[in-house]
């Protein structure tokens, strides 16, 4: 992040009295792990306050520079999965096609940390060719799912061109679009973008909020450009401590997603513990025998105290022994998955504390 210091300061990433010890944090972090954050989001961040939900998920903390024996720095296995650079073939159905390794943001919990940021960047002709004749070779390949990086960062005219390549392809059924750009950066979404992903196969853009915050009237906007052009809008969103885990703001984030138009479709919950571990998250992870969440998302470390664990009186409500307990005594919640491979499933108990919505 090029930023000088008292730009962080008055874009939200640090408070005035700490800018030194940010500046220093920030420096280190970004040596390591790629930082950025797009004036949208810097815009709604409070510096005043040290457990900002949107400052937690952007903003580096030196934390993540404290490694442990059982980091992984591809947590989720795309490596074993990926027959040649941009494909990864993980399910027979379906395959995730990366034409770009660069995002608007960088998510401090993202599980594909490691292979982001400044570097090859975007896929070559000549292997982005290769990998649209895989898919061509494959026929039980049914939808591609087009993520990165994020894709909504390639101009209109290299969308177009990936939109049209697999709309040629007679057993690709589904395009499928994930990106953080309608939310992050919404001015990026324009008619020459809207006009790229048009095509006779279904295509799909998921979007991926965590706060309601993050739902301002710039990504309602863009959010409805696509779907005034018939383009569905779906989304997506992490369990998040100290951010979203509050049934009230979930709750004001799925109701604010459906009234711009975007249909909620999955809350991926990380398992630390029995799961994938991503590089960095060591002071992260709470343990059961601590009382912190065993299911805790790399930000939870901007909260000394788990909320979780608060609000259950001190036992941590997503402990595995006392959830199996629950379930043996018949007082199991639902049960919540992974979707992207990042653990796996869990019962929840929300956090009943007084919501922080604002």
Not at 101 to 124: K, S
Not at 283 to 306: D, E, I, L, N
């Amino acid at each position: 992040m090029s930023a000088q210091r008292g730009d962080r300061v008055e874009r939200g990433l640090a408070a005035p009295e700490r800018t030194l010890e940010r500046e220093r944090d920030l420096r280190l972090v970004a040596e390591r792990f790629s930082v950025a954050i797009t004036d949208e989001m810097a815009a709604l961040i409070d510096p005043a306050d040290p457990f900002d939900p949107i400052a937690a998920q952007f903003v580096p903390d030196a934390a993540e520079l404290n490694d442990s024996p059982d980091d992984r720095p591809d947590p989720v296995g795309d490596e074993r999965h990926s027959p040649l650079p941009g494909i990864v073939h993980r399910y027979p159905d379906r395959v995730l096609l990366k034409p770009i390794l660069i995002c608007p943001v960088y998510c401090r919990f993202c599980f594909r940390r490691d292979q982001l940021g400044p570097g090859e960047g975007v896929l070559a002709p000549d292997a982005l060719d290769r990998a649209f004749a895989y898919i061509e070779t494959h026929p039980e390949i049914w939808e591609v799912i087009v993520t990165g990086g994020d894709p909504f960062l390639l101009s209109p005219r290299r969308i177009a061109e990936i939109v049209r390549r697999l709309d040629a392809i007679p057993h690709v059924a589904v395009i499928r679009f994930h990106t953080r750009v309608p939310v992050v950066d919404p001015g990026r979404v324009r008619a020459e973008l809207v006009a790229a992903l048009m095509a006779e196969t279904a295509v799909y853009v998921v979007v991926h909020a965590n706060h309601p915050r993050e739902l301002t009237q710039a990504m309602r906007e863009a959010v409805g450009r696509l779907v005034r052009a018939g383009v569905p809008v779906l989304s997506q969103s992490a369990l998040l401590r100290g951010v979203n885990d509050d049934e009230a703001v979930l709750e004001a984030l799925f109701r604010g997603l459906v009234r711009c138009g975007s249909s909620p479709i999955t809350c991926t919950i990380p398992i630390w513990r029995r799961g994938p571990v991503i590089s960095g998250s060591a002071s992260t992870r709470g343990s059961a025998s601590s009382g912190h969440c065993a299911a805790a998302s790399p930000v939870c470390a901007s909260r000394p105290t788990c909320s979780t664990s608060r609000a259950a009186g001190g036992k941590c409500r997503s402990d595995p022994a006392r959830r199996r307990r629950a379930a043996r005594r018949g007082r199991g919640r639902g049960r919540g998955s992974s979707p992207t491979g990042t653990g796996g499933s869990m019962s929840i108990r929300p956090n009943r504390r007084k919501a922080r919505l604002d």
